[in-house]
């Protein structure tokens, strides 16, 4: 179940979302407990970001993604509500398909540490043999 957590919002009260291409299969079978499982996220666009920074208005979106002990994140994007990562691609291994994606979407800041703005969880089981699936999701 996706669950969003929001600290800030955008002036219209419209979500801010963030779209990924996702895919998870099994990489390699184990009987005793659910194999070792492959996840693939292309992360894609932004739209409706909120204004975070108090000179400029807007907002330098990058995307964190955190699968057990690994995190990967996008390179930031540059004063917008909307935006594009064109597909940054990024894998991960789980261990058991009851794990969770955490998709964290902050405010970069190059004189301090980055805003967060907020994340949601994606059960990769619900991703199970679907093939590639996009994802919108509301944060």
């Known amino acids: ?30 009987e005793l407990d659910d194999g070792v499982w492959q996840v693939t996220v292309d992360v894609q666009r932004c739209e409706n970001m909120p204004k975070m920074d108090a000179l400029a208005g807007k907002c330098d979106p990058l995307v964190s993604l955190k699968l057990g002990a690994e995190e990967r994140k996008t390179s930031p994007l540059k004063n917008c509500y909307e935006g594009n990562w064109k597909g940054e691609s990024f894998v991960f291994t789980a261990n058991s398909i009851r794990e969770g994606l955490v998709v964290g979407l902050w405010d970069y800041d190059a004189a301090s540490k980055n805003d967060y703005i907020g994340e949601v969880r994606v059960l990769l089981g619900e991703l199970k043999g679907l093939g590639p699936t996009e994802r919108v999701l509301e944060i």
Do not use: F, S
Request: no cysteine.
């Open 1 to 30: 179940d996706e669950k969003g957590v929001v600290v800030a919002g955008h002036a219209d009260g419209a979500p801010t979302r963030v779209m990924l291409d996702m895919i998870v299969y099994e990489e390699e079978e184990d």
